[in-house]
T-cell receptor
Framework: AQKITQTQPGMFVQEKEAVTLDCTYD???????LFWYKQPSSGEMIFLIY??????QNATEGRYSLNFQKARKSANLVISASQLGDSAMYFC?????????????FGSGTKLNVKP | EAGVAQSPRYKIIEKRQSVAFWCNPI?????LYWYQQILGQGPKLLIQ????????DSQLPKDRFSAERLKGVDSTLKIQPAKLEDSAVYLC??????????????FGPGTRLLVL
């Protein structure tokens, strides 16, 4: 089974509108972390936001927020007030495990295009 | 603080040739990762080092790929001989300790490899 599933290969959003990028995950470990990264066309992966499995509140970082629904195993990224510079690939990722034996899994990504 | 450095940024080789990539992680980061990212896909972990020891190399094609992290600082990834399907971006990332699920990874700019 896929550890991280991103079902939207591509998304379009109008500038200044909000957009939600979907992510579901699969783990039986009670302790895990969920991450979102942005990858512009330049190629480097930029860390956006983190949510821990025990966190009671949804994480927020500026215009980014993470809609964490633990029972549904979903961790959707919400970008408010989209900007042209938000056009990029977005990857959802999960870290599970403890000590030295921990693994990092990435989804297949969602390509976001922001229209002027 | 300086980020993760990688070189070269681009490399074009012919199949059956060998190639090496270099990575210098963020100072003090104990954990280093090499990922392969094929166009249109999410990153796939090739190998994970904790200091100078290998933690996970289960997805490293060991018949042609090798990696080392001498002295627990910088690292090299080698492909010998290269195949057409090795064309990808090779990303290096580091984490301070990576012994907890809360830690994110910090990525370098990547090396784009084209095998002809």
């Amino acid at each position: 089974a896929q550890k991280i599933t991103q079902t939207q290969p591509g998304m379009f959003v109008q500038e200044k509108e909000a957009v939600t990028l979907d992510c579901t995950y699969d783990t039986s470990d009670p302790s895990y972390g969920l991450f979102w990264y942005k990858q512009p066309s330049s190629g480097e992966m930029i860390f956006l936001i983190y949510q821990g499995s025990y966190d009671q509140q949804n994480a927020t970082e500026g215009r980014y927020s993470l809609n964490f629904q633990k029972a549904r195993k979903s961790a959707n990224l919400v970008i408010s007030a989209s900007q042209l510079g938000d056009s990029a690939m977005y990857f959802c990722a999960m870290r599970e495990g403890h000590g030295n034996f921990n693994k990092f899994y990435f989804g297949s990504g969602t390509k976001l295009n922001v229209k002027p | 603080e300086a980020g993760v450095a990688q070189s070269p940024r681009y490399k074009i080789i012919e199949k059956r040739q060998s190639v090496a990539f270099w990575c210098n992680p963020i100072s003090g980061h104990a954990t280093l990762y090499w990922y392969q990212q094929i166009l249109g896909q999410g990153p796939k972990l090739l190998i994970q080092f904790q200091n100078n020891g290998v933690v996970d190399d289960s997805q490293l094609p060991k018949d042609r790929f090798s990696a080392e992290r001498l002295k627990g600082v910088d690292s090299t990834l080698k492909i010998q001989p290269a195949k057409l399907e090795d064309s990808a971006v090779y990303l290096c990332a580091s984490s301070p300790r990576a012994t907890t699920y809360q830690e994110t990874q910090y990525f370098g700019p990547g090396t784009r490899l084209l095998v002809l």
